[in-house]
Every structure is written in structure tokens, then in C-alpha cells.
């Protein structure tokens, strides 16, 4: 295949995922460090080897994590300057630096932390069997995107923040909203790119100002009230800290956690050897959904913008250029990984970056891990055979990115294939 180093943004690169893993083969073996100059971008480099990634991560006071934060167009980035005052759009986590970074992330810390997230197993189990029992009425055939994966971890977000149920579908067309905002199927009639993002934001705010407000009057015990009444470094958040807490917290605590779900199935189905093994011995459960989330590595890119002059690999980056750290392309890397084009339910050095690393490395890792076994867990219990009925379609974005349609047909355990349909 012949390639361009601009197509790493193209949207619809990510909807291809031959086209995309071949392309990032390429990457990593001829151009590990590249110069993009895509149009309607302001350039950028990029990076895609992991051990090059990693020590990127290393020094957050070189490669900052903001104010340049994701890829987007540049009249993106310019309405999102007029609206609401940077680039990003969104001030959240993921684009703080520093002790203010550490300030808020110690705010919800310690929810996430093992110890605390071992009390969720009862909760997330019985989430887990709820959503896998929707198999039984849907008569052997469904999307397994949007009839069950997108739904069963945004029920674990929007529990652990103290929304509503009723709020759920909002919720969710909201994200697939702000991460999908190049796909022609998700963007809003009528807008360009940078209009639909706008309205969503500004949807968030008008959702999660009501949030704060009910927090704020009547305190629970849940993350929102943290959020909204949380005094990270003994002073007040900002009302644009705080909406970007609620943001990160609302769709990368669900949307990449479908995302490695949906992927993790569509493995198993094209590794049917390793479905077996899984349904024989659930202490593969752990390794399994460590290697779901390398797989489909859901988040396929953050950047950083470079402080000071810096080499990497006899390539200069000059003060004040910007980095692409490639997720996608490093949780491939032949030199991290055994066998790395090889989808391994049993794999034991498994240090992928689907999570990032360094002082951005995900708070809610822990979590994403423990969704993925119950779900597995509960459906290898309840289903006797499952396939594939259709195409897998993916979303055409280039930050976060998955399936968004996976047709199948299952047979439910101590049935016969197709009896239910």
C-alpha cells in the first residue's frame, strides 16, 4: 500500500482498519519520527515507536500536555478560541500540566485507586449480568454496539457520578457527539465541524451546570459532589475546570471502556481458538482484557507541545513545536511486543500505552479493567456461540476512535444456533 505521512489525519483512515494498521506498520518501520503538514492543520510531528513515546512521557516539563492537546482543524481550534477561550475547547485533565495537574487529579485520585475499586466488583457484577441478560430478548441477532457495549459502561459512569438513568441517552449521544465530530453519520445536520462542536459543548455546560447546582445544595456521596464542591490545592476550581472534569469523567470513563468491549468480542470471534480458552479458564479473564484494550487502543493519539529544544532519534524538535504521541501505532510496536500483529488473550509483558504513561497516565485504567472481565465473565455464561452477522463498522475520527457497529448472531447456552432467531 502506497502512504502518506498526511493521511494520519484523515478521518476516514480510522474507519478503515486494514488501511490503518498497515499504516501505522509503516509508520513504525519507515518513519517513526515524521513531520506531518496536513491541510487545514497546523503541522506537527509524530511519533510512534513506544520506547520513543515513553521517554516523551517521561519529561512532562519538555512535552507539556497543552494548550495543543488533540488533532483538529485549525478553524476548529480558532472557534474554539473565540467560544470559550482555548484551543482545546476543553479544559480538562488530560491538557493541565504541573501542580495544578496534580491538584485536580488528587480531587478523585483515590476513588480510582485498587483498594477502592475492588468495593465496585458487587456493583459492576451485577451491571455486568444485567446488561449481558438483554441477549434473551433480542432473538439471536443484534448490534452489539449499540444494543449492549456503548450502554453497559456508561451505566458504570453515570452510577459512579450520580446521574440519573433517565439521562443516559443524552449522555451517550453527547460523547459519541464530541469524539465523533468528523464522521459525516454523527456530526449535526446542517453544521461544519467546528459549529457542531460548539453546540455540544455547549450542551455539556447547560447539563452539568444543573449538576453543580444540585451538588452543590444537596451533597451525595458520589463523584459528581466531588466535582462540584471539591477544593483541589485549598481553592475553587474555575467553571471551565470544573466542566472539564465532569467531561473526562463522563466519556473517557465510558466511551474507550465500549470501545475495548466491542473490540475484545470482535477478537474473540476472529480468534475463535482463543474464545474457547477463555470460556475454559476465566483466570485468563485479567490478561484478556488488558490485551482487549492494546488491541483496540481506543485512544489513538494525544499531543504535546515542546518547551525547549529536544532530539529524538537525530530528529530535532524545536521550542514551541507540537507532538503527535501515536497510541495506535506503539501498541503494535514489534520491539515492545512479542508477536505484536497477534491478538494474545494470554499475553504476560503487556506495558501497552492504550492507557498513556507518565503523570497523564489514566486514573480510570483500574476500573476500564474490571468492567471488561465482568462483562466477559457474564456473557461466556450466557452465550453458547456467537458470530459475526454483518460488517464491523468503525468511527472515521482520529483521537478517539472504535467500532460503532458490530452486527452478530448468538446462540444462548443449551440452545441451538439460530434457535432464537
Known amino acids: 500500500m502506497a502512504f502518506h505521512i498526511d493521511e494520519i489525519a484523515d478521518p476516514k483512515l480510522y474507519g478503515d482498519q486494514d488501511r490503518l494498521q498497515s499504516f501505522y506498520a509503516w509508520l513504525r518501520t519507515k518513519h517513526p519520527v515524521a513531520r506531518a503538514e496536513p491541510e487545514g492543520c497546523r503541522p506537527f510531528w509524530v511519533v510512534s515507536r513506544h520506547a520513543d513515546i515513553r521517554e516523551i512521557e517521561r ?10 492537546n488533540t488533532l483538529m482543524p485549525e478553524v476548529v481550534e480558532q472557534a474554539n478560541i473565540q467560544f470559550f477561550g482555548i484551543e482545546a475547547g476543553i479544559q480538562s485533565l488530560v491538557m493541565i500540566d504541573g ?8 480531587l478523585t485520585q483515590s476513588y480510582f485507586l485498587p483498594k477502592n475499586i475492588r468495593r465496585l ?3 459492576i457484577g451485577d451491571l455486568a449480568r444485567q446488561f449481558v441478560a438483554r441477549f434473551e430478548g433480542l432473538g439471536g ?14 451505566r458504570v459512569a453515570m452510577t459512579i457520578l450520580g446521574i440519573d438513568e433517565a439521562d443516559e441517552a443524552r449522555m451517550l449521544q453527547l460523547t459519541h457527539e464530541l469524539f465523533g465530530s468528523s464522521d459525516p453519520a454523527i456530526i449535526r445536520s446542517g453544521m461544519t465541524q467546528a459549529e457542531h462542536l460548539v453546540a455540544v459543548h455547549h450542551d455539556y455546560v447547560a447539563f452539568f451546570d444543573e449538576i453543580t447546582k444540585d451538588r452543590q445544595a444537596k451533597p451525595r456521596e458520589d463523584v459528581a459532589t466531588l466535582i462540584a464542591n471539591g477544593r483541589p490545592g485549598d481553592r475553587d476550581m474555575t467553571p ?21 468491549i466491542a473490540g475484545g468480542l470482535k477478537a474473540l470471534i476472529d480468534h475463535p481458538d482463543q474464545m474457547e480458552r477463555l470460556r475454559a479458564d476465566r483466570s485468563l479473564l485479567k490478561p484478556f482484557a488488558n490485551e482487549a484494550i492494546r488491541w483496540t487502543a481506543p485512544v489513538k493519539h494525544f499531543f504535546r507541545n515542546v518547551t525547549e529544544d529536544y532530539e529524538a532519534r537525530g530528529t530535532r524538535f524545536a521550542k514551541g513545536d507540537h507532538v503527535m504521541l501515536s497510541y495506535g501505532a506503539a501498541t503494535r510496536d514489534e520491539d515492545a511486543f512479542a508477536e505484536a500483529d497477534r491478538f494474545k488473550l494470554d499475553r504476560s509483558v503487556n506495558n501497552h500505552l492504550a492507557f498513556g504513561y507518565g503523570p497523564h497516565m489514566c486514573l480510570g485504567q483500574f476500573l476500564a479493567k474490571l468492567e471488561i472481565e465482568a462483562f466477559f465473565d457474564a456473557m461466556l455464561d450466557k452465550l453458547g456461540s456467537v458470530a459475526l452477522d454483518g460488517p464491523t463498522l468503525y468511527t472515521e475520527t482520529p483521537f478517539v476512535s472504535g467500532i460503532k457497529s458490530l452486527p452478530i448472531r448468538y446462540a444462548l447456552q443449551g440452545s441451538r444456533p439460530g434457535q432464537e432467531s
Open 240 to 260: 471551565a475546570e470544573r466542566m472539564g472534569y465532569y467531561i473526562i469523567v463522563a466519556t473517557a470513563g465510558h466511551d474507550t471502556t465500549a470501545a475495548s
Open 141 to 154: 441477532r443484534c448490534d452489539f454496539g449499540s444494543d449492549i457495549a456503548f450502554w453497559y459502561p456508561l
Open 99 to 106: 501542580e495544578r495537574h496534580q491538584e485536580l487529579r488528587g
Open 121 to 123: 466488583e458487587g456493583l
Open 59 to 68: 519529561q512532562p516539563d519538555i512535552f507539556n500536555a497543552g494548550p495543543r
